[in-house]
């Protein structure tokens, strides 16, 4: 596994960033955020899956829809800009060309993003008003800013880095996400940007969106799917370095660090989950495919029930079990074992008698593993989730006021 430093979107070549309170948040906290790379990057983006998608998300996707190559990306916190019409459209396009403008760029170089309440025109005076000193105060000391500019209800920010040294010389990566509540895969509330000097090809893009389902759309907190997720991935090539002139070995060490990079990052939107005391790995192995594996563990993670007693430390696998048959995967409830890492409680269907002393101690830790084998292949998949406590319904009780 890579080794995962503190740096953020700026710790590559080439890119700078802000983050500035432009009163969107009645807070008076950061709220518009902008990452920049002077020289063109190649663009690979995913998106929610909701059918329901903010204005940012289809401006970002009609843009993308024509080309690959973006020089910034616009953000603010506070307002969703969701469910708002033609005129949030318009103001998802203007945020972008005002940073366009104030950059010298042409037109559709810029991306916007938006997280926050749903329902509300955003502010575009305010918006306007500070456009020009989110450009002039672009730095590459501001990734810990641009971090700051992007939460809502997160608790802390989110950021990461890694560098690599390579037979062509030095590539690093960046990232920054957002996310703590409406959490769940394909994807979920959050925005994320990862950063890199290393040249890209085109033809990429299948391979980010395969560690994209593999990170970011292999976490949940609470079920529900946002309008407005995000995860985009800026190369601007400034390191010298092109993937396809590295040997096979340094290629998969590279991947392997995105992977590890963007896993690091999504972990941490489980951990910050709204009222979490618990980060819970569950692993289904042993299933025809991966993607039956994938389903029946997000059916468990998904779980209310399952999340209650994750909450209240009980080890109620018969919730486990039940959560997994009632995934829509056809089981041989004969053949499943279950354990609590290394504590085995279901053996072939069945309840064994387990280390309960063991066992307790195992469910009071801030963070273990459960794994479910099916004995019917050789595919896993694990999701990560997090508890379901008193405070995740009183924060979303008064989200909006």
């Not at 430093?5 to 948040?25: D, H, L, M, R, W």
């Not at 025109?121 to 500070?130: G, H, R, S, T, Y």
């Not at 072939?348 to 084998?373: F, H």
């Amino acid at each position: 596994m890579a080794k995962i430093e503190n740096g953020g979107v700026c710790f590559p070549k080439g890119f700078t960033a802000s983050g500035v309170q432009a009163g969107i948040k009645a807070s008076g906290n950061l709220d518009l955020a902008l990452l920049y790379s002077k020289e063109p990057a190649r663009c690979f983006a995913a998106f929610t899956k909701n059918h329901v998608q903010a204005a940012p998300v289809l401006y970002d996707k009609e843009v993308l829809s024509g080309k690959n190559i973006i020089n910034a990306v616009v953000i603010n916190s506070g307002n969703a800009n969701a469910c708002t019409g033609d005129q949030g459209y318009a103001d998802a396009a203007s945020m972008a060309e005002l940073v366009e403008k104030e950059l010298g760029l042409g037109k559709f170089s810029a991306l916007v993003g938006s997280t926050g309440v749903i329902g509300h025109l955003l502010p575009m005076e305010k918006i306007k008003a500070k456009i020009p000193e989110l450009v002039k105060n672009l730095s590459a000391e501001n990734s810990e800013l641009f971090a700051k500019a992007i939460c809502t209800t997160d608790t802390t920010i989110k950021t990461g880095s890694v560098s690599l040294k390579t037979s062509a010389g030095e590539i690093r990566f960046g990232g920054s996400c957002k996310g703590s509540g409406m959490i769940h895969p394909n994807m979920a509330t959050m925005l994320a940007y990862i950063t890199t000097d290393l040249r890209l090809p085109e033809d990429f893009s299948t391979e980010f969106r395969a560690i994209v389902n593999e990170s970011f759309n292999a976490i949940t907190v609470d079920g529900d799917m946002s309008t407005n997720d995000t995860c985009i991935l800026l190369a601007n090539a400034q390191s010298g370095v092109f993937l396809n002139d590295l040997g096979i070995t340094e290629q998969a060490d590279i991947r392997n660090a995105l992977f590890d990079l963007m896993k690091h990052l999504a972990l941490q939107i489980v951990w910050d989950g709204e009222g979490a005391t618990k980060k819970v790995e569950i692993e289904v192995c042993g299933a025809r495919n991966k993607a039956e594996a994938m389903q029946i563990a997000k059916s468990i993670a998904t779980s209310s029930l399952v999340k209650c007693a994750f909450f209240g430390e009980d080890p109620n696998w018969g919730r486990i079990v039940s959560s997994a048959g009632a995934s829509g995967v056809p089981l041989a409830a004969a053949k499943l074992s279950l354990y609590f890492e290394d504590v085995q409680v279901v053996k072939n269907g069945m309840p064994i008698a387990a280390a309960k002393e063991q066992l307790v101690q195992i469910v009071k830790r801030r963070e273990y593993k459960i794994s479910l084998d099916l004995s019917l292949g050789d595919s896993k998949a694990s999701v990560f989730t997090s508890d379901l406590s008193h405070d995740y319904v009183k924060i979303n009780a008064e989200y909006t006021t």
